[in-house]
Structure formats: structure tokens, C-alpha cells
T-cell receptor, first 116, second 113 residues
Framework: SAVISQKPSRDICQRGTSLTIQCQVD?????MFWYRQQPGQSLTLIAT?????????ESGFVIDKFPISRPNLTFSTLTVSNMSPEDSSIYLC?????????????FGPGTRLTVT | AQKITQTQPGMFVQEKEAVTLDCTYD???????LFWYKQPSSGEMIFLIY??????QNATEGRYSLNFQKARKSANLVISASQLGDSAMYFC??????????FGAGTRLFVKA
């Protein structure tokens, strides 16, 4: 399995500011995923990030609000821009590390964001 | 489109007893994978078990087993000999090979001493 770390683990931010979340994987992976989990809710995919190309955003998420970088095969960042209290969530980085027909996704520890 | 339904918002189980968490899914794809994840209060997502659509035997991983009934499109998680540390949210998920995993709403499990 892949070992994934995220920074910061948690943060409290003021509305209108931006926060960049880092995700580091201990092995090279093709695809990295960013999820949002709002309080008491399930996980929602924000975008898929491939190295060397633009991220692919899911419906309801836009690049201006959630810009993503993927400079190499082990690292990605997600920025939450112009934050509002509705952005208070856990943000999780994930990688696909399956083999054959198996598509396990492994998750980082998450970044718990509170916007005041 | 794929969909996961978890109808149990919360479940209680006595320590050392077995518990079944329900999951039904909907997909038109023939090839897919089903997953269960555990999320403790710390927020991390822990991969528990995987079942492929072509696997004829039910998956098992230690105290976790997946009761896969393909015709009913169900993939229930069975936890045997529950422990206090099993108290957490449990999410069922499906992936059809497009690298997009769809998660259910989750079931919160409470293990009573």
C-alpha cells in the first residue's frame, strides 16, 4: 500500500483567505485525487490530478476556487481560494494503487479546515 | 451512473458480537470493484476490504468479510468479534475502472462494552 502524508493536518482560517494543502506519496503514482468531506457527510470527489496535465474537475467544482498542481508523480497541492464558512470540511488526498482489476484507493490522513 | 446505498445511518453492537453493515449498489458495468473503508473520529480513511465483480468467493480480511450477492447487487460488510476500536464510520464504495470511486452515505457503528 502507498503511504500518503498531508500538510497541514488542520487549520483555522478567516473568510476571504486561501489555504494550500500539500499531499506527498511515498511512491510514484499516475493519478491523485482530491476529496472533500463536509461535516457529517460522505466523500465528494473534487478533481483528479494527472502529472503534467490540467486537473479534471467534477461537476460543482471549478479551477478558480480549487486550483490544483501536480508537478511530479509523488506530489500534489490543492488550494482552497477565497474561503467561506461553507468550505469548512475535511480535505483528503487519495491515490489509486490497485493492480489488475483491483482499484483500491488509499487516503492521506486528511486536512481538517475550519473557516471563521 | 454508479450509486451506493447504505440504509443504516447508525448501528449498535455488543463487544465480541458480529455485526453486518448493509450496502447495495447500482451500476450497468460488468466489471467493477466494491470497497469498504473505515473512518475513525480522527478523520483518516482506512481501506478494509475489496471485492471484484468477477470474484466468485467472498473476500475476507481478518475479522472483516464481504457478503457479496451479485444478483441482488449487495455487498454487506460483516465484522466478527467486534472490538471497542471498531467504533467508527464505515463507507461502502464502488469503482468501475474509470478511476472514480463513488461512496455511500456511511454507517456509524457504535460498539458497546
Amino acid at each position: 500500500s502507498a503511504v500518503i502524508s498531508q500538510k497541514p493536518s488542520r487549520d483555522i482560517c478567516q473568510r476571504g483567505t486561501s489555504l494550500t494543502i500539500q499531499c506527498q506519496v511515498d511512491s510514484q503514482v499516475t493519478m491523485m485525487f482530491w476529496y472533500r468531506q463536509q461535516p457529517g457527510q460522505s466523500l465528494t470527489l473534487i478533481a483528479t490530478a494527472n502529472q503534467g496535465s490540467e486537473a479534471t474537475y467534477e461537476s460543482g467544482f471549478v479551477i478558480d476556487k480549487f486550483p490544483i498542481s501536480r508537478p511530479n508523480l509523488t506530489f500534489s497541492t490543492l488550494t482552497v481560494s477565497n474561503m467561506s464558512p461553507e468550505d469548512s470540511s475535511i480535505y483528503l488526498c487519495s491515490v489509486d494503487h490497485g493492480t489488475g482489476y483491483s482499484y483500491e484507493q488509499y487516503f492521506g490522513p486528511g486536512t481538517r479546515l475550519t473557516v471563521t | 451512473a454508479q450509486k451506493i446505498t447504505q440504509t443504516q445511518p447508525g448501528m449498535f453492537v455488543q463487544e465480541k458480537e458480529a455485526v453486518t453493515l448493509d450496502c447495495t449498489y447500482d451500476t450497468s458495468d460488468q466489471s467493477y470493484g466494491l470497497f469498504w473503508y473505515k473512518q475513525p473520529s480522527s478523520g483518516e480513511m482506512i481501506f478494509l476490504i475489496y471485492q471484484g465483480s468477477y470474484d466468485e468467493q467472498n473476500a475476507t480480511e481478518g475479522r472483516y468479510s464481504l457478503n457479496f450477492q451479485k444478483a441482488r447487487k449487495s455487498a454487506n460488510l460483516v465484522i466478527s468479534a467486534s472490538q471497542l476500536g471498531d467504533s467508527a464510520m464505515y463507507f461502502c464504495a464502488i469503482n468501475t475502472g474509470g478511476f472514480k470511486t463513488i461512496f455511500g452515505a456511511g454507517t456509524r457503528l457504535f460498539v458497546k462494552a
